[in-house]
């Protein structure tokens, strides 16, 4: 595990409500119970469950809602997730998360945005590489000391992007509301759009003409695909060929042959996808086929906090499971940088990262 942890790596599948800590999400629950808005008795062990069906995560994410959909939560949570990836090495974090509006609160989804951003710069423990209201447009800050192999010897740094979620409960205009602002906040850190949410809800010809405005506008694409039995979904969504696709559990032979022709990156969730029980096994997870496919793909935690996990141990999980040794792992850990959606300049930076770190591994 401590090996896992020491070494970068890049996290491209993480959304921010599913990757607060336990601690934290109690500590909120108890505020609220106190003050009345919930009995906190009724919500703790549905905190602390680990066992989660993928309905029951669902329930689960509208109680986390009610916990933290307030502009002063949303700051801290979003710290406290980045400072989390950023201590086990992660170099390289798009978080995604849904604006919310929640009118009780004075909330938009700009609002509700500009407290994730703020909560990003709020980050102490490590130099986030993250653009700034205040410089010019389409500007980076990249200027900041390269991690010396994360041994702790220089301050650490991380880049932190961020990625718009379309929840399939929206309508078309509210996932339209969602893309325009990620356009409008482009400059400000967002790369790109994901579609996520409850796979049995809503219907793919609703998010498409959003999703449409956003690649024509240049917005990067990612999809949860496939996580239920939805042959015609899963190939419209294939047909679409977004940048990338999150889970891909259900996939039939005609799905993996196109996402093979398309040479669509895969997002691999293996703790979620064995909780949910969306993949019965380690031992049948597609992830196996796909390594040995040399298709391009990326591990990743899903959601941190609800599944109990962190990426050194998604690292750990797969090692172990399909007897991958460390030069193996280090070397699907630098792959991902190759479908992050940043350019070149990022990369490169990125690459010499890992280059360092190479140069100390046994
Ligand atoms: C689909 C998921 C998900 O956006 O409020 N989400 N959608 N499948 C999953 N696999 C288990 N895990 C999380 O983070 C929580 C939201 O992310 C999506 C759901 O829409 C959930 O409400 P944010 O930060």
Excluded at 201 to 219: D, M, N, Q, S, Y
Aim: proline share 3%; charged share 25%.
């Amino acid at each position: 595990m401590e090996w896992f942890a020491s070494i970068p790596k890049v996290e491209l599948h993480a959304h921010l409500n599913g990757s607060i800590r336990d601690s934290t999400l109690l500590e909120l629950a108890k505020d609220l119970g106190e003050k009345g808005v919930i009995v906190f008795s009724d919500v703790e062990h549905v905190i602390l469950k680990n066992d989660r069906s993928l309905t029951e995560v669902f329930k689960l994410f509208d109680l986390i809602h009610i916990i933290t959909t307030d502009h002063a939560t949303v700051k801290r949570i979003t710290k406290e997730v980045i400072e989390d990836f950023a201590s086990e090495n992660v170099v390289y974090l798009e978080l995604r998360t849904t604006p919310k509006r929640n009118d009780s609160k004075g909330m938009t989804k700009r609002s509700y945005m500009e407290a994730v951003m703020e909560g990003v710069r709020n980050v102490s423990t490590v130099d986030v590489v993250f653009p700034h209201n205040n410089v010019d447009a389409g500007s980076h800050i990249i200027s900041v000391p390269v991690n010396d192999m994360c041994n702790g010897t220089a301050r650490k740094k991380i880049y932190v992007r961020l990625l718009l979620s379309i929840d399939r409960r929206e309508s078309t205009a509210a996932a339209m509301e969602t893309v325009k602002l990620a356009l409008e906040m482009r400059d400000l850190g967002v790369v790109g759009i994901d579609l996520s949410g409850n796979p049995v809800v809503g219907e793919w010809i609703t998010f498409l003409p959003a999703l449409k405005f956003a690649r024509e506008h240049g917005l990067d694409i990612t999809l949860h695909c496939g996580e239920v039995p939805n042959p015609k979904e899963i190939q419209a969504m294939l047909d679409f060929i977004p940048q990338r696709v999150g889970h891909a559990c259900y996939f039939g032979e005609d799905d993996w042959k196109k996402l093979k022709s398309y040479n669509i990156p895969v997002e691999i969730c293996l703790t979620s996808n064995i909780t949910t029980a969306s993949v019965s096994s380690l031992d049948v997870h597609h992830f196996a086929d796909l390594y040995k496919a040399k298709h391009p793909l990326v591990l990743c935690t899903d959601d941190s906090g609800v599944f109990s996990t962190s990426l050194s141990k998604e690292y750990n999980l797969a090692a172990a499971a399909y007897g991958l040794g460390k030069r193996e792992m280090f070397e699907l850990a630098r792959n991902a940088i190759e479908f992050l959606f940043e350019n070149d300049e990022v990369k490169q930076d990125l690459r010499s990262i890992f280059d360092l770190a190479a140069k100390k591994l046994d």
